[in-house]
Structure formats: structure tokens, C-alpha cells
């Protein structure tokens, strides 16, 4: 009697969610029959998931089931491929042969190839419908029988990964269903429906995965975009979930200014198009309502949705009215999250009829963009790019290792090169060819853009990578000759500091170099004294004159607990461990410049930090910075929330981090507290909105820059509005500053030039004092992006960077996020010196040498 119940039930979802007419292999089970419980009626944890795809690839010879990686909480990254027996038992052959259609040199017959598509889903973990309808979509295709079954899986080759951010899932898998009521509750007001602070959507760091395509910040990206060049697909999705009140998006995305400049407009004019006919018809089948072109858009490369578009393949974001929770009121009737599963089920199953019905079309276009994508980079008037700053090597390779990871073609420069003021060494710099298929993803990573269609963003306006590296770098003309040398891999980039030399004396560590830091804080966790340099000083290093610049860490022998061995033997260690390269003298007498005994080398204190995390606290900005700590220093940090800042006892930590976020909660008394604790000589981080806050809270003494727009008295029409505001909104663009690179703040730094992320309308006059202003924008700032005009002209020469002294401490004014999504380089080192640096700046000495 059991067995016939669950059978019924089993056939009653399947009628809900499937098309009419559809029988299927009785053999395969449904998800439902493997979790016991009908989809919809709980959050499946992802450890389900995959169970019950290793049991769909065990029992059916159409599914096969792989590990593409381990995300940060050790969750594993699946993918399902489902194909015909027969396509499955040549699989390695479709694959090489798929990826010919990227090489304009190979001939391919696309009448008998498979068409690829790849289905993603559930990347905003709190999402969550998505990967539910992943286990129905993946057994729809196993089980279903009938001769249009049967042709789907001979003319496609299906990947299904479940779930793009398995931490972020689980998290608010867990929070959805140990809230759930019997019955459950609807009311928008419950707890169900209202996740605590960081919430599911984000992944273990707090990070937006639909922003890290590009990127590559974060491991579950990297293991992603490794696989999708395994096979390059025709077609992939990315679903998602907005509003309860909402209905149903798919595209096309607002036309023109939302989409990408470097894809072909066939991608949007034809495609785009022809897929959305499927869609309409699905839901129009179930009565769903949708709409599309009005919203969203498809710039961005670093969206799940875009990438494959500037690949050659179609990329489709699907938005879904969210139950955020089993069942919620909207504006109309109930959103149960069965039904927002039936809906994503749906689009999915008709993405797959429209690839499998357009297989050639499809096919032909990949071929097509890649054969345009190397004629276009060969008639370029731009040949090549080079970039490489010969005194920061580690951050030079890492911008060189993510080209390599998107498969752009890269080579060692292979002679030394000069373009106007920038000086391109051998063995320190890279070139990039743009006569490549890979042209237009090397547009992505190079190009600046200030002219736009629209004014109006959904996200960044911007995402020049070379910018965001803070990497010297030029477009090369044909007038200018260069070498390439040896083609870069992600083997031949692991970098081999030089075997250290044993010192009677002191060891030095260049501070310019980007790993530095975690030298840094690798030697002062074992006991280490470290010094840091306030002025330049030249010495002898194996015969042979060198200049050390600002910051540069001095590692005395003598002056340590340790005895000459043992020190040498971490200095070692940190060597290896942050891959730098850590020199020898013999004397502390300079040849010029200070000594190394100077009262200007100061002793480095191991900081302990701590950041106000919760409510209020924009979670992608904590995380950033946390991240940034995590995996470039390996320093941990304390996060303590805002609710229990009244027990955190301050004094036991050197620094305080704010991020971005409203502290409006803390207090008075909680601005007083912070105060005090700054006054008795703490450092104080603050960024973005938490500038502000300080201020206005007279925890420092600084002044934003109010310069109030001219209402305008014309009448405009109503639904005009949102375009409006929207235009003057700052959504993320790139601006020139200049660095006053003696500060302490600003360490490491060569050139007073560096490119500043912003995405903030918080504006900051120069310090009081004129030694503190660390970073000022210049004159004219804007080197790629939107920005409305009013905007522009109160960045114009304002502040991005200063410091601001609070009795015997100091607080540190971020205007802008120097971590911003993890690969924000150029100015991560800001972020590295406020921790290491700000506490040798007392209240005298902020404008000179401590006497």
C-alpha cells in the first residue's frame, strides 16, 4: 500500500511539473522517490543532490556523474552529463571535435556534431528553486521515453551542475527549513521568510559568484570556468529568483546599452530572439505570466549569462518571483516554491528543445564568432598589449596567470621594450597578441570605455582588468616593434624566489612586491623582529649598488630572541611561503640614504584585528576584506558582531575595521567607545559609508564635500524617474589619482599614478592637515566608465585615501573599497599598509619622521 501511494504521488508531480503526454522509464526514480518527500516540500541540502546524481548515473547509462572541484566549505561541485549511449561511448572524440569550431584553421562538419548546453543554477544560494528543478530536469531527460527523447539526447551533449554555490545553499536550505511551519506560514513578516545577516546568497566568503566569471577570484569560479573551456557550450543558463511580487524574466535583456560591445549583434538580434519563442510557449502552456527586454542586462563579462556569449555560445539569465521560503503572499495569490520550481523546470526543458531543434544554427554561429573574433583582432589597429611592472613581479604574474586561465593567448616579452614613459623589462613584462580567437575576451581585459548608449546600470560600468591590477600597460601600434617569447602557462608561472643567503648582519625584503606582506606577516607570527623603512636607502647586494625604496623590511640578526639559525631558517620559510625574494647585507652602513640603524626604520608591531560584522555591515564588502586577509596574508581576523560590540573589549586589538554599512545602531555610545579606544592610540579602518558615519559622529575630524545640485524646475514625466535617477547613480567606474607614495599608507607604490575603483557617492575634502590627504583625485579622473557629469565634478580633486589623527591613534578614511570583489590588486596593498603601517603614525608624527 506504501509503495502505491508514493507511486501515485510520484506520477501526481510529474503531471505538475512536466508536459502532457510524456511516459517514463519506471526503472529511473524520481526525486521525489529518492528523498522521500515531494519536490517543494523541503529544501533539498546539496549533499541530496548529489546523491541522487551518482543514483541516476548508476542506474542509467545516459548519465554520467564527475567531481569538478571542492568549494571553500569542502562541498563538492558536481556535473551530470547526460548524451545517448552512443554519443557517451565516443564522448572525448565529441569533445576535441567540438572545440574545433574555436580554431578558424580546422575543418568541421557541423551537420553531425551535438550541439553542447550546459544548464547552471542556484548561484545566489538563496535561490534556491533552481536546483530543484535541476533534479527534475536531469530525470526528465534520463527517464522520459518516445522518439523526440531519444533525438534530444543523439543531438545533444547536456551538462547539469546543480548548484553554482553549494555553501550559499546550504545555508539557507538549512534556514528555510528549520523555520518552517505545519502548516507553513505565507506571511512575508515570518521568520522563514526573513534569512539573519549574510543570508544564502552569497558563498563561504560572503562573495557574489554572478560577478566572478570574470574575475576568478573565488575557487568555486575557478573550477566552473576550467570546466566550461573543456567544452566550450552552445548554450548556457543561469537561473535566478527576484521578487515575490514579481512574475517570470527571461531574455532578451534591455536592448542596446545593457549589452556587451565586444559580441556580435547576431547574438542579440537572433538568437536571443529565437530562443525566447520556446520560453513564452512553455509558460504560456502553464499559464505562468513572464515578461522580457525591459530589465537586466548582458554587459558585464564577469555574469554566468554573458561570458559564454563572448564565447561564442548563448547565454540566458532566467529570473523566477521567489517563495523565499515554502510558500509566501504576494500582491496577487500564494507563490508556493513548487511553483517556482515548475516554472525553471520548464525554461529549462525548453532551452534544451530549442538548442537540440537549432543545433546547426547554434553550432554555425560558434564556428562563426570565433573565425570574426581573429579576423577583427587582425585588422586591429591595436597589435598587442604589454604590461608589467618590473618591481612588483608577483602581481605581474598573477594578471598574466587569469589570462591564461580564460585561455587568451599570452608570451613572455621577449626583448626589452619602451613606450613613451613605461619600461617593459625581459623576464618582468608580458605580451598579448590581439590576432587571437581569443580578441574580443582581450578587449574585456584591456579596453577603457567612457562612451555609452545608455546611462542606466544594472552593475559596474566598467571592468578593464589591466586597470584593476594597477599594472603599467600599453596598446602597441604596428609602428612599434616587438618581440614575443616563450607562450605563458598556468606551470611555467609558478614563480621560484633565489635561495637565500645566510647574513651575519640584517635581510631585506623589497615592500613594492605584492606578497610581501604575507612575508611580512608570516616571519612576525614567528617571532620575528621586522623593520620597515620611512626613507629610501641604497646598499650593496652581491657587489652590485641597489636602491630600496619606501617601506622596504629590514630584518636585523642580531636584535632578535632568536639566535642567526634559527632566524635564517624562517627567513627561509617566508621566502618559499610568499614565493619573494629576501636579500642579504653585511652592513648596516648605506651607501646613501639612511642607515639601518635610523631612527626612520621603525619596528613593525603584529597587528590583531578585529571587524564589526551584522547587521547594517554590507556583507559583500566584509567579505571582500576578509577574503583579502584569508588568502593573500593567511592573517586571520576577528568578526565580531555589531549586536555584541558592547562586550567586545577593545583594547585587547591593535586595529578596528568598519566596513561599509550603517552603524547607526551602535550609538552614541558605541561612537564613544570607539573614540576613546582611538584616542588611547587603536587604529581605526573605516570604508565607504562607515567614512561618513564617523564623521558625522565626530569620531574624526574631517569634512565631506557638499556640493548641492541645482534643482531643476522643468517638468519631467513620470516614468522617466527611474532612468533619472538611475543615471546619476555611482554603479562602478575607474578614475586616475595621485598617490603621495612617501606616506606610510602608501608604501610599495612606485608611481604617484594609480587607478581607483569607485562605486560611492561619498565625497571627502583633503585633510586638515596637508601631509595626511594620502590619495587625491585628479583634475580630470575618469579613465573608464559612466559617470553623469555632476558626479564627475565632485570627484574632481576630492580625497580617496587620507588618514586623520584621534589623540595618540589615528583613524584610516577609505573612500573608496581597495578589495573591491577580490581582484581589485592596485590598491590592495593600501589595504596591507593601514594594517602593518598604521600604528607607527602617532598624532607628531603623521607628517614627518618620529624623533
Request: aromatic fraction near 12%.
Amino acid at each position: 500500500m506504501g509503495l502505491l501511494v508514493i507511486s501515485s504521488c510520484a506520477l501526481a508531480q510529474n503531471d505538475y511539473f512536466f508536459p502532457a503526454g510524456v511516459s517514463f522509464d519506471p526503472a529511473i526514480p524520481t526525486p521525489e522517490q529518492f528523498l522521500g518527500y515531494p519536490i517543494g516540500d523541503w529544501h533539498t541540502r546539496h549533499d541530496r543532490i548529489v546523491s541522487y546524481f551518482q543514483e541516476l548515473a548508476r542506474l542509467s547509462p545516459k548519465a554520467h556523474f564527475q567531481i569538478i572541484g571542492y568549494t571553500n566549505e569542502r562541498r563538492p561541485q558536481v556535473v551530470l552529463t547526460i548524451t545517448s549511449v552512443e554519443n557517451y561511448a565516443r564522448i572525448e572524440d565529441i569533445r576535441k571535435e567540438h572545440l574545433k569550431l574555436a580554431d578558424p584553421t580546422q575543418s568541421v562538419n557541423t551537420s553531425t556534431m551535438p550541439v553542447i548546453i550546459t544548464h547552471g543554477y542556484n548561484v545566489h544560494g538563496n535561490e534556491p528553486s533552481s536546483s530543484e528543478a535541476a533534479m527534475l530536469t536531469a530525470y526528465y531527460l534520463i527517464a522520459a521515453q518516445g522518439a523526440e527523447a531519444e533525438r534530444t539526447l543523439k543531438d545533444a551533449v547536456i551538462h547539469i551542475d546543480p548548484n553554482y554555490n553549494p555553501d550559499g545553499r546550504d545555508r539557507h536550505s538549512n534556514w528555510a527549513n528549520m523555520h518552517k511551519g505545519f502548516p507553513p506560514v505565507s506571511d512575508p513578516m515570518d521568520r522563514e521568510h526573513n534569512e539573519v545577516w549574510p543570508g544564502g546568497r552569497f558563498n563561504h566568503y560572503w562573495f557574489d559568484l554572478n560577478r566572478d566569471w570574470l574575475p576568478l577570484a573565488h575557487v568555486e569560479s575557478r573550477n566552473r570556468v576550467a570546466f566550461f573551456h573543456q567544452w566550450l557550450p552552445n548554450v548556457c543558463t543561469d537561473y535566478h529568483e527576484m521578487g515575490t511580487n514579481a512574475t517570470n524574466f527571461f531574455e532578451p535583456t534591455k536592448p542596446y546599452g545593457s549589452e556587451n560591445p565586444v559580441v556580435p549583434r547576431a547574438n542579440y538580434d537572433v538568437l536571443n530572439p529565437l530562443f525566447a519563442k520556446y520560453f513564452a510557449h512553455a509558460l504560456d502552456e502553464i499559464g505562468s505570466l513572464y515578461f522580457s527586454k525591459e530589465a537586466f542586462d548582458n554587459s558585464y563579462p564577469g555574469y554566468g549569462s554573458t561570458y559564454p556569449d563572448i564565447h561564442g555560445g548563448l547565454g540566458l539569465v532566467f529570473e523566477q518571483a521567489s517563495s523565499r521560503g515554502h510558500v509566501q503572499k504576494s500582491s496577487t495569490k500564494e507563490v508556493t516554491f513548487a511553483f517556482t520550481i515548475r516554472n525553471h523546470v520548464r525554461t529549462s526543458l525548453a532551452t534544451v528543445k530549442a538548442g537540440v531543434e537549432n543545433r546547426e544554427l547554434l553550432l554555425k554561429h560558434q564556428q562563426e564568432y570565433f573565425k570574426s573574433a581573429l579576423d577583427e583582432g587582425k585588422k586591429s589597429a591595436v597589435k598587442a598589449y604589454v604590461f608589467g611592472d618590473s618591481k612588483d613581479q608577483s602581481r605581474t604574474r598573477a594578471f598574466a596567470d587569469l589570462l591564461v586561465k580564460h585561455k587568451i593567448e599570452t608570451h613572455q616579452l621577449g626583448a626589452d621594450l619602451t613606450v613613451g614613459s613605461n619600461k617593459y623589462e625581459k623576464g618582468k613584462a608580458f605580451v598579448v597578441t590581439t590576432d587571437q580567437t581569443q580578441y574580443r575576451m582581450v578587449r574585456s581585459m584591456f579596453e577603457k570605455v567612457t562612451a555609452f548608449h545608455d546611462s542606466v546600470f544594472y552593475d559596474a560600468s566598467t571592468w578593464t582588468m589591466a586597470l584593476a591590477y594597477g599594472l603599467p600597460h600599453d596598446a602597441l601600434n604596428a609602428t612599434v616593434k616587438f618581440s614575443k617569447g616563450e607562450r605563458v602557462t598556468v606551470e611555467n608561472l609558478v614563480a621560484t624566489p633565489a635561495a637565500v643567503t645566510k647574513s651575519s648582519y640584517a635581510y631585506l625584503i623589497e615592500w613594492n612586491e605584492y606578497n610581501a606582506a604575507r612575508a611580512l606577516y608570516y616571519l612576525l607570527t614567528k617571532g620575528v623582529f621586522v623593520k620597515t623603512t620611512f626613507k629610501p636607502f641604497t646598499a650593496t647586494i652581491n657587489g652590485m649598488k641597489k636602491n630600496f625604496g619606501y617601506g622596504t623590511l629590514v630584518i636585523p640578526v642580531a636584535d632578535q630572541h632568536l639566535n642567526a639559525d634559527e632566524l635564517f631558517a624562517i627567513v627561509k620559510e617566508a621566502s618559499t611561503t610568499a614565493t619573494v625574494e629576501v636579500l642579504s647585507v653585511t652592513t648596516g652602513y648605506s651607501l646613501e640614504g639612511v642607515d639601518l640603524g635610523s631612527n626612520n626604520i621603525r619596528t613593525v608591531p603584529q597587528p590583531k584585528v578585529v571587524m564589526l560584522i551584522g547587521d547594517g555591515v554590507a556583507a559583500t564588502d566584509a567579505g571582500a576584506l576578509w577574503y583579502l586577509l584569508d588568502s593573500k596574508l593567511s592573517m586571520p581576523i576577528t568578526k565580531v558582531n555589531t549586536t555584541q560590540f558592547n562586550q567586545l573589549r577593545l583594547h585587547e586589538y591593535t586595529t578596528l575595521i568598519l566596513p561599509s554599512g550603517n552603524y547607526n545602531a551602535l550609538g552614541e555610545s558605541g561612537a564613544t567607545k570607539i573614540k576613546t579606544w582611538a584616542q588611547q592610540g587603536g587604529t581605526l579602518i573605516l570604508l565607504k559609508n562607515a567614512v561618513s558615519w564617523a564623521i558625522n559622529n565626530k569620531i574624526v575630524d574631517e569634512q565631506l564635500r557638499k556640493e548641492e545640485e541645482t534643482k531643476s524646475t522643468k517638468r519631467m514625466d513620470y516614468v522617466t524617474a527611474g532612468d533619472y535617477q538611475g543615471s546619476r547613480a555611482i554603479g562602478g567606474s575607474i578614475y586616475k589619482a595621485n598617490v603621495d607614495i612617501t606616506h606610510p599608507l602608501a608604501f610599495g607604490y612606485t608611481t604617484r599614478e594609480l587607478p581607483v575603483w569607485r562605486n560611492t557617492s561619498i565625497f571627502l575634502e583633503p585633510a586638515k592637515s596637508p601631509f595626511n590627504t594620502v590619495i587625491k583625485y585628479t583634475a580630470s579622473p575618469l579613465l573608464s566608465g559612466y559617470i553623469h557629469a555632476t558626479n564627475l565634478e565632485k570627484i574632481k580633486n576630492s580625497t580617496s585615501l587620507q588618514i586623520s589623527p584621534v589623540g595618540q591613534g589615528r583613524a584610516i578614511l577609505f573612500v573608496d573599497d581597495p578589495a573591491f570583489r577580490g581582484y581589485w590588486y592596485g590598491t590592495n596593498k593600501l589595504f596591507f599598509n593601514a594594517i602593518f603601517f598604521g600604528g607607527l603614525m602617532t598624532s607628531g608624527g603623521f607628517g614627518g619622521a618620529e624623533e
